[in-house]
């Protein structure tokens, strides 16, 4: 009786494994700690993880509105209670997912909104995402207010080369 559950363990375990998209069920935790604007570690269950907003990315923190993303960021959510949805590893292997409020917002869509966030659009939530951030850019929200706004990850290049 006990050796019919292997194949499914098995099988439950490969997937988790191989399969990056694989998403748990959403689950309420705590912000520990905002460490960037997109970037937090979560309290639940016992344990601690540092995830990332899915389909964001903030500016760093030496980086023009990086410490403003990270203040909003904090001020959002800061030592509040959460619900995490769509928990997955991204091609990276980060721990993503969407942050709701308790109103349900998505603190990476607002973030979005107030022009403190690049939306990545590789995914067809990014590119929906991606409409937001028009409406940023022609407001002049935020980093869009620069001329010329360096998105973080042409950024770190620049310093790399720097170093």
């Known amino acids: 009786m006990k050796f019919k559950s292997f194949p ?13 998209d694989v ?28 995830i990332y907003l899915k389909n964001i990315d903030c500016p ?5 509105y990086g410490k403003q993303a990270t203040r909003t960021t904090l001020a959002y959510i800061g030592g509040r209670e ?6 997955q590893r991204d091609r990276q292997g980060r721990t993503t997912a ?18 403190l966030a690049w ?9 929906r995402l991606g409409e937001i951030e ?4 022609a407001e002049h929200k935020g980093l869009w207010s620069d001329a010329n ?4 990850w042409k950024w770190k290049q620049k310093t790399k080369v720097k170093r």
């Open 149 to 152: 706004p360096i998105p973080p």
């Open 98 to 115: 969407d942050v709701l409020l308790q109103d349900g917002r998505n603190v990476g869509h607002e973030l979005v909104k107030e022009g």
């Open 8 to 20: 499914i363990t098995g099988l439950l375990l490969a997937m988790a494994v191989i399969g990056p």
């Open 23 to 50: 998403s748990w069920a959403d689950f309420r935790a705590s912000v520990v700690t905002v460490h960037e604007g997109d970037r937090v570690t979560i309290h639940h269950n016992g344990r601690s993880e540092m």
């Open 82 to 87: 959460v619900v995490i949805h769509g928990l």
């Open 119 to 127: 939306a990545r659009q590789e995914t067809a939530e990014g590119r």
């Open 134 to 137: 028009q409406l940023a850019r």
């Open 60 to 64: 760093e923190l030496k980086q023009p």
